[in-house]
């Protein structure tokens, strides 16, 4: 398990380099509507868009325990 380097309302970093970043409610609202982020998910992966049409189903990444 990783040990905790710094610590704020809005991100902890662990001393493997990795990061957990946490947004408002507004700013997930923002990011899932908006293209500029890539219709991000609340896994914060990109959605999927296939033919043109957002596919917001579960995160097949997420899903698949890559990611965990």
Not at 26 to 53: L, Q
Request: proline share 1%.
């Amino acid at each position: 398990m990783s040990k905790v380097v710094y610590q704020d309302a809005k991100v902890t970093e662990y001393d493997d380099g990795t990061e957990e970043v946490r947004f408002s409610e507004k700013e997930w609202e923002i990011m899932r509507s908006d293209p500029a982020f890539g219709y991000v998910r609340r896994c914060g992966h990109k959605t999927t868009i296939v033919n043109g049409e957002l596919i917001d189903n579960d995160c097949m990444e997420c899903e698949s325990g890559f990611y965990e």
